[in-house]
């Protein structure tokens, strides 16, 4: 329930970010159907700082998808049903913000680094967390037994002869050296 929560709120968040108008850059902006321009565009445009931001928001902004639907998501096939996941709703976003808000276009180069996102989130956090969740999710309750009374006899005090307790490798040893010893016949 917390994760569908948080996906929700993750969901409003990415909508009022990638949603907004922007008529300021409603000149500036143009559709990318071209893998890497706009990764080329920011290294040779743009100082480094904000070409980071440009892409380390890109790459923020998919984290969420790697962590929170492996949660959502059965465990067969996860990580592909995460990465197909993440790459409709990011392409659904991207069609939007193209077709419909001003001052915003498609650009492949946004999917592409909000679907790494996704899936460096889940190699690093989303996978171990999902695991966790899944497999206490599936345990099952424990049977509720009446509580019997004692009925073991109380163990014989051990003897003491002043000898260390022998190791698990020693006992172990010599187990299989009784067992040995019962198939072979006895010399006399």
Not at 12 to 28: D, F, I, Y
């Amino acid at each position: 329930m917390l994760a569908f929560v948080a996906m929700v709120g993750f969901s409003v968040v990415l909508a009022k970010v990638t949603l907004t108008p922007s008529p300021a850059s409603e000149e500036l902006v143009k559709s990318n159907l071209h893998p890497g321009r706009s990764l080329r565009q920011y290294a040779e445009d743009y100082t480094f700082l904000a070409a980071c931001k440009q892409a380390g928001g890109n790459l923020l902004l998919g984290m969420p998808f790697g962590i929170l639907l492996p949660i959502l998501v059965p465990r067969r096939l996860r990580m592909l049903r995460m990465f197909v996941l993440t790459v409709i709703v990011i392409v659904l976003v991207e069609l939007v913000q193209g077709a419909v808000v001003t001052g915003r276009a498609f650009d492949v180069d946004d999917v592409i680094l909000n679907t790494a996102g996704a899936l460096l989130a889940y190699l690093f956090v989303g996978r171990r967390l999902s695991h966790r969740y899944h497999v206490l999710a599936e345990e099952p309750e424990p049977v509720r037994t009446p509580a019997r009374p004692a009925t073991r006899r109380p163990k014989a005090p051990a003897r003491r002869t002043g000898r260390r307790p022998a190791s698990v490798w020693t006992r172990m040893r010599h187990g299989v050296r009784r067992r040995a010893a019962r198939g072979r016949p006895r010399k006399r």
